[in-house]
């Protein structure tokens, strides 16, 4: 992924994609790439759930299929959900075509028209494709949670150096994320609440 934010370049390859949703409140989006898994998604749900809030979560359809309780518990306690295609596919590196039949494989299990690029990488060929069908919702910040080359304390800070009224945040319900994850995920919430966000889902 990009460091913290997309450069301009990059947004303005992707006219049609979301990369922010400014509004007339301070409001932001909570998102989740790469679970469910049992390792740290329920952690995730319970701690949204002691704040009271509400995230929207990209799914991979594999993990999908491996955890259909868990799954349908993200919506039963009233999280969104999006596609992050069925194998976590990287766009750069597959043809147009497959990586569309990918993303229509994993929509059989999630049935959402919310769909993130994994990496946050795709060609522009694959986003006009799939743009006819879907919400393409890429991010105003990312909080790196998933490097080992950062503390739980930077990823934090990440997001009190960028996040801003209608920031898409992404964070991980990832082995890789979960260290990280444990520290700034609840510092974030208060954070944002005590600085006067509101919280929705996409």
């Known amino acids: 992924m990009f460091i913290e934010q997309p450069p301009f370049f990059y947004r303005m390859l992707f006219p049609e994609t979301i990369w922010r949703i400014p509004g007339d409140k301070k409001t932001v989006y909570l998102t989740f790439d790469d679970g469910p898994i049992p390792q740290v998604t329920p952690w995730v749900l319970d701690v949204l759930d002691y704040y009271s809030v509400k995230a929207t979560f990209f799914c991979v359809g594999e993990n999908v299929a491996r955890n ?3 799954f349908q518990e993200l919506r039963r306690r009233g999280h969104q959900v999006g596609n992050h295609t069925m194998n976590h596919v990287q766009g750069m590196s597959t043809p147009p075509e497959k990586y569309v039949r990918n ?36 991010w105003d910040v990312v909080t790196r949670d ?10 934090f800070g990440n997001v009190k150096r960028y996040a801003r009224n209608g920031s898409i945040i992404v964070f991980h319900d990832s082995i890789k994320a979960e260290r990280n994850l444990h520290y700034a995920l609840p510092r974030t919430i208060n954070w944002l609440r005590e600085n006067g966000f509101l919280f929705r889902t996409l």
């Open 103 to 138: 993303v229509l494989n994993a929509h059989d299990l999630i049935q959402s028209q919310l769909f993130r690029p994994p990496h946050g990488h795709m060609l522009p060929g694959q986003a006009k494709l799939l743009k006819k069908d879907f919400s393409i919702i890429m």
């Open 68 to 70: 259909p309780n868990l």
């Open 146 to 155: 998933y490097s080992n080359k950062l503390s739980g304390e930077q990823v």
